[in-house]
């Protein structure tokens, strides 16, 4: 059974429309333990991924995107060049993982972070409740709820 993420980008660094353009990317740079043990361990090609614009005004879901491969060394670790670069990272303790993300759909326009913290059905949900993970699970309705806004052009 697929799993539902939220994914937090930059717009600025990387956009819903930038994935629109290349089609797929490595999700790189995650520098949180707990997110980094997501996806490492947990998401799997075929989840479903509520795409994010975080420090953007206003911050919120843009877009849908899919898992397209599981969890390997986030090459950006061991890239001396990378703002990413960890010396620790090796190719025995790699330390942080990426997935690929595949572009599913961009929203008319961005369900705001408001609109979130707004709706019946998403009180739960982790991004309204201050956390600042980049990659968070979703629940299954969660996630319906944030398509149904997204697609309404909310």
Do not use: C
């Not at 980094?36 to 799997?44: E, G, Q, Y």
């Not at 995107?65 to 950006?76: E, N, S, V």
């Not at 960890?86 to 993982?97: G, L, T, V, Y």
């Amino acid at each position: 059974m697929p799993r539902n993420w939220l994914m937090k980008s930059e717009p600025g660094v990387y956009s819903i429309h930038d994935l629109r353009r290349d089609g797929r990317t490595g999700w790189e740079g995650v520098r949180n333990y707990q997110a980094r043990n997501f996806l490492r361990d947990d998401a799997k090609p075929g989840d479903r991924v509520l795409f994010y614009h975080s420090n953007a005004d206003p911050p919120g879901v843009a877009g849908l995107a899919r898992i397209g491969r599981a969890g390997y060394p986030d090459p950006t670790a061991r890239d001396a060049e990378s703002e990413y670069f960890d010396p620790k990272a090796s190719d025995e303790d790699p330390r942080w993982f990426t997935v690929d993300v595949e572009f599913e759909e961009a929203f008319p326009a961005v369900v705001p972070l408001d609109t979130l913290r707004a709706t019946p059905g998403l009180e739960k949900m982790l991004v309204i409740n201050k956390s600042r993970l980049s990659v968070q699970p979703v629940t299954d309705a969660e996630y319906e709820i944030v398509v149904r806004l997204g697609r309404a052009g909310a």
